[in-house]
């Protein structure tokens, strides 16, 4: 009888840019999904030992832990400032920047704005999970109309808390920004678009073609007070339809000119 | 290298360049928006990264993102931009990298005026932003003297990895008069080992400036204020006028101590021994000379363009050796040579020793020791 040669094929392994630290994530939150994407990304595009990452306040704060690259804690909503800060002193270097809908779409809502409108050559991940995770669930400016939280205990009046505000779409109708896609984390097929959106993004920068943004629609099944499963379902029976998934802009700037 | 009439706004910006300034981040505010247009011109021109931020609130965060980068980064504002400041800036005091501030001030609270005042004394010397830390403030009081610290600034910034203010008033930076600019410096083309230049070839560099244990929080406190407590040992200065045989020592910085200064000389003609002494550091404050000059002194007097700020370090500088009187003009109103010799006399007659007189009954009670009242 011939031995059989085994050979060993590694066909999933740990991202070189993902650290080994254990995250300190709640059971089911898709911040370790997105965390991996990006992670996934650099690899891929070999550009982990020139990537400069700006942490956002909120539950990712700690995220410089769990990346392998270099790292900046950002005032809550200034991650897109202390990113134009980076990149305008040292453009060859890659710069992108993790921000929560608290970050972005509150109180960094001037910063996004006007770091899309300079067409600043950075590239943003804007974790939608329609909640304030880290304090502990209260109202954000993405929460659904009727939507119950700490800080809207008889729901999200659309009177008295208007209606959920759509960052992507603003962001798209920007001149500066060259791509803009929204999708979502809550099944494999959606994550495996996710990935190509976030690669897309990360080119665009390499290719100093101006703002890119991917938003994630993710899932808090601590604040939403939902088991993991449940909670991503809620993603695609809720979030989707308010926030629908796509490329909201995707073009090609020419002869160094962004936008329109 | 010769003197030139120089606008103050402009002077400190190319001072800024000739230091090596590698990027400017700024918002238009009255009355610093000089220093912003020249920065417009001449970052471009040498190729250094110049941005007209949205706010002061994004000006002060694109500093610490270039200064993370470990290149030299500063910013310019006035007063109400410099209130938007104090969140960025209590980061990058957590954070100890190193950045420049110029802070024109003018009139307040609020929207106030823009006519030149000193009524941000606190804000910058006592709080700059929450949370324990202190940045280094220089006060100049002439156009070359706010050229000179320029360059001054950065080499402290880096020498503790701190914020350095350059506090000066709307007079300064409005004003025009000769100076003499430095030469050009080449730029630094190496980056400290703490910078974010990207994990090559090194493991990876974080800024991260929290923790939310309180007992390791508490150890980089104590970092902090040891390294607070170095700079405060090694970087007291000030500048003495006529302080040898005075009797009556003025306070005054920027602005009000130049014209201090002038009613100084004028006591001096009639027979006043006064003196000046002009602190060019706010931070730390020059609290050890004032409390040796209270020793000999009879009296101070402190001059300011505000509602009496500075005064309180002086009288916990003088220790209740002495009185200490204040003079204050606020809202944009710069005091006159005139009322400051007014008070210098005042103060003058107040502190005379009287001579004793002996009646049949003994001499009188030797006189009180004055109390100081504003």
């Known amino acids: 009888m011939i031995a059989e040669q085994l050979t060993e094929e590694i066909v999933a392994d740990r991202p070189q840019a993902l650290s080994t630290a254990d995250t300190h994530y709640c059971p089911g939150c898709t911040h370790g999904i997105a965390h991996r994407l990006i992670a996934e990304v650099i690899d891929e595009l070999a550009i982990r030992e020139r990537t400069i990452m700006v942490v956002p306040v909120g539950c990712s704060v700690f995220a410089d832990k769990y990346f392998e690259v270099d790292a900046v804690v950002a005032p809550h909503g200034r991650a897109p400032a202390v990113a134009t800060g980076l990149k305008r002193v040292q453009p060859d270097k890659v710069i992108f920047a993790y921000q929560g809908d608290g970050d972005l779409a509150s109180i960094g809502t001037a910063e996004i704005i006007h770091a899309a409108a300079r067409g600043e050559n950075i590239t943003v991940v804007f974790i939608n999970n329609a909640v304030y995770g880290m304090t502990g669930g209260q109202m954000a400016p993405t929460s659904l109309v009727g939507m119950k939280t700490t800080s809207s205990p008889f729901g999200r009046d659309l009177k008295t808390m208007g209606a959920p505000l759509h960052m992507s779409e603003l962001i798209a109708q920007v001149a500066g920004a060259t791509f803009v896609s929204r999708r979502s984390l809550h099944s494999p097929a959606e994550i495996r678009k996710a990935k190509k959106a976030i690669r897309r993004a990360f080119e665009v920068q390499l290719n100093g073609q101006g703002f890119s943004m991917v938003e994630l629609l993710s899932s808090c099944p601590t604040n939403w007070d939902m088991k993991p499963v449940e909670a991503l379902r809620w993603i695609e029976t809720h979030m989707v339809p308010v926030f629908p998934l796509g490329d909201l802009k995707s073009i090609t700037p020419k002869n160094g000119l962004r936008g329109i | ?374």
């Open chain 2, 1 to 374: 290298m010769t003197k030139q009439l120089l606008k103050g706004n402009e002077a400190i910006a190319e001072a800024a360049v000739r230091a090596g300034v590698d990027a400017y981040f700024g918002y238009p505010i009255t009355p610093q928006t000089e220093l912003l247009e020249y920065m417009a011109r001449r970052m471009p021109e040498l190729g250094r990264a110049f941005v007209q931020a949205e706010s002061e609130l994004a000006a002060i965060n694109m500093v610490y993102g270039a200064a993370c980068a470990g290149k030299r980064a500063m910013t310019s504002s006035s007063s109400p931009g410099v209130s938007l400041m104090q969140e960025g800036l209590s980061y990058i005091a957590a954070a100890e990298v190193p950045i420049v501030l110029v802070d024109v001030m003018r009139g307040g609270p609020g929207l106030g005026n823009i006519a030149p005042s000193q009524a941000d004394y606190f804000q910058m010397v006592k709080s700059a932003g929450h949370g324990d830390f202190k940045p280094l403030v220089l006060a100049p009081a002439s156009v070359q003297e706010a050229v000179d610290m320029m360059a001054l600034s950065f080499e402290l910034a880096e020498k503790y990895r701190t914020i350095v203010t350059v506090l000066l008033d709307g007079v300064i930076g409005q004003m025009m008069e000769p100076a003499e600019l430095p030469p050009m410096q080449p730029r630094r083309d190496t980056a400290p080992a703490w910078a974010l230049t990207g994990a090559s070839g090194r493991p990876k560099n974080g800024i991260i400036p929290f923790s939310l244990y309180a007992e390791e929080l508490e150890v980089y406190n104590q970092r902090l204020q040891a390294k607070l407590a170095r700079i405060a040992a090694a970087e007291v200065r000030f500048r003495e006028y006529m302080l040898d045989d005075a009797e009556l020592v003025l306070v005054g910085f920027g602005t009000s101590g130049r014209i201090a200064l002038t009613a100084v000389k004028q006591a001096r003609s009639l027979g006043i021994k006064a003196g000046l002494l002009r602190p060019i550091t706010l931070w730390p404050f020059p609290e050890r000379r004032l409390w040796q000059l209270a020793d000999e002194a009879r009296g101070f007097l402190v001059v300011e363009m505000n509602a009496g700020q500075m005064v309180e370090d002086v009288r916990l500088a003088v220790g209740g050796q002495a009185p200490v009187k204040f003079l204050g003009r606020m809202g944009g109103v710069v005091p006159m040579p005139d009322e400051i010799l007014d008070a210098i006399q005042k103060l003058d007659k107040a502190t005379r020793p009287r001579p004793v007189i002996g009646t049949i009954e003994g001499p009188v009670a030797p006189l009180r020791h004055p109390i100081s009242v504003n």
